[in-house]
C-alpha cells in the first residue's frame, strides 16, 4: 500500500507542475488574466474567473489515477484559488462547475456525491475567506488553512457519505495522504506564484508611471509656451535621456518639429513629414506600433528605423501632432515602449489643452479690465468734462491743471500691461481722481493718506484700487449732504501688503453688501461691477485668503481692506 501511495503522490506532483503552468498561461497571457490582475475584479469579470477556476477544476479532475473507482484529483487546487483570488462568486461558480461536473460523470457512483460536494463547499469557503482578508486575498497562509481543511474535510465526508464504508475506508487510505498533501501545498504554491507575479506587475506598472511622471515634471515647462521647434526639442531631449530607443521625434501635422537618435541626418526639423505611416496615424487618431521598415514608410531607402511607435497628441478633438519612439534591429521596441508613448502623449496632449485653457483665461482677464475701464470711462470723462469747462472762463489755470490731472487718470487707466503696476503708479490715478471729484464737489470730497515707506514700489493689479476708491465716493460719502473723507492706507507686514480704504459716508445694511460682492443687477446703472471685479481677480491671482473683506455700517460708513503677497518691483 505504501508504494501505491507514493506512487499517486509523485503523480499528482507532476501532473500538478503541468497543470499549474497551464494555469499560469492562462491567467497571465490571455485578456482574461488581465482582468484577474486588479484581484478582486468587476462582477461580470468574477464570472469569467469563475467559469476559467471552474474549467481548472475539471481538468484537475483527471489529473491523477483512478483509485478504487474514484478519481484521485487536485480539483480543490483551483477551486481554492480562484475562492481567494476572486471572492465568493468565483469560489461559489468554480466550485460549482467543478464539483457539478465529478457529480455528473459518475452518477451513482460510491463516491461521487461526497466528492462533487466537497469540491463545492472548498470554493465557497475560499470565497468568504477571501472576504476577511481585506485586500492580502492571495494570502498563502490562508490557502495552508483552507487547502488543508477543505482536503480534510473532503476525505472525512468521503468516510461518512460513501457506501460501502469498506470500500470507502480503502479509498480514502490510499487517496488521502497525496491529496491533502498535493491539494493544500499546491493552492499554497499556486496562490503564491500569482502573489508575486501580481506583486512585479504593479512595481513593474508603478516604475512605468514614476517614469512618465518624472518626464511629465521635466517637460511641462516648456510645453506651457505650446507645441513649436523649441519646445519639442526640449521635451525629445528630456525623453531621450530617459527613454532607451533609437530615436526619439515629435511631429505636427505637416512637419517634423525634432528627430534626436538615429537617423537625424534625413528627419530634420523644419521639413515636410517623411513616413507614411506618420501621415495615416494623424488622419486616423489611432496609436500604432509598426514592426517592420516598410511599415513605417520613410521615403528615404537608406533609413534604419526598423520599428517605430506612433501616437496622437490632441488639443480637445483636434489632432496637433504625435508623439514617436523609433526602433533598430540593434535597439528594438517593444510593449512596454507602446504603452509609455501612450502614457506621455496622453499627458502632453492635456498639457497643450491647458495652455490653451491659460491663454483663453489670460484673454478673459484682460477682457474683463477692459470691461472695467469702459466702465469706468464715460461717465466720468463726461463729468470731468463739464467740470472743467465751467472753469475755463473762471479759473483757466484751475482748468489747465484739471485737464492734465484728467490725462494722467485716462493715460493710466487705458494701459493695463501686463496685469500688473507698482503702487505708486495706482495712486497717482487715484489722485488725479480724486483731485477731479474735488473740484467737482468741493470740501464733499476729502482724502487722507497714510503710506508706509516703500510701498509704492509693490506691484498690485493694475485698477485694484481706483475702483474702491471711486465707489468710496460715489456711494458713500456723496450720499451725504455735507459729503465726506475717504482714508487710504497702505502699510507691510509679515511679507504682506495691507490696503484699506475707509469713508465716512452713508454705509451699507447686509443685503445691499451682498449685492455688492455679488453684482446681482451687474448691467444695471447702479452696478457695482468695479468691486466686483476686484474681488474675484484678488481670488483668481492670490487665492480666497486674499479677497475683499468689507465691514459696513447705515449711517456710520464703509471700510474695504485686502492684502496681496509682497513683491517690490525696482524704482522707475
Known sequence: MFEHILDLLVTLIGRFGA?????????????????GVNRRPEKKYRILLAVLFGMLGIMGTYSGDIVFDSYANLRGVYVITGGLLGGPLVGFGAGLIAGGHRLLIDIGGFSSLPCGLATFLEGIIAGYVSIHLKGNNLNWRAALFVGLGGETMHQLMVLTMAKPFDQAVDLVKVIALPMIAVNTFGAVLFVQTLHLLFEYRSKRDSSRISQIMAIANKTVAHLRSGLDEASALE????IWERVPVAAVDIASNTKVLTHLGIGDDHHLPGEPLRTTATKKVLLSGKPAFLRSKEAIGCDDPNCPLTSAVIVPMRKGNRIVGCLKFYGTDGIPLHTTHFELAKGLAGLFSTQLELQDIQTKNQLLAKAEIRRLQTQINPHFLFNALNTIGAFCR?????????????????????????GFAPIGSELEQVRSYLEIEQARFGDRVKSEWNLD???????VPTLIIQPLVENSVKHGILGRDDGGTIRIRIGRDNNLV???????????????????LNSENEFSGEDHIGVRNC??????????????????????GTRVSFTIPHVETAPA
Open 498 to 516: 495691507h490696503v484699506h480704504i475707509e469713508d465716512d459716508g452713508v454705509g451699507m445694511n447686509e443685503a445691499t453688501l451682498w449685492s455688492v
Open 535 to 556: 474681488n474675484q481677480r484678488l481670488e483668481q491671482i492670490y487665492g480666497p485668503s486674499h479677497m475683499l473683506s468689507i465691514i459696513s455700517h447705515p449711517g456710520k
Open 19 to 35: 497543470m499549474m503552468a497551464i494555469g499560469l498561461f492562462v491567467l497571465t497571457l490571455s485578456p482574461l488574466g488581465k482582468l
Open 235 to 238: 521635451t525629445a531631449r528630456i
Open 453 to 459: 515707506d516703500g510701498v509704492e514700489n509693490i506691484e
Open 394 to 418: 473762471t479759473k483757466p489755470e484751475r482748468a489747465r491743471s484739471l485737464l492734465s490731472e484728467l490725462a494722467m487718470y485716462m493715460r493710466r487707466n487705458l494701459d493695463a500691461g501686463d
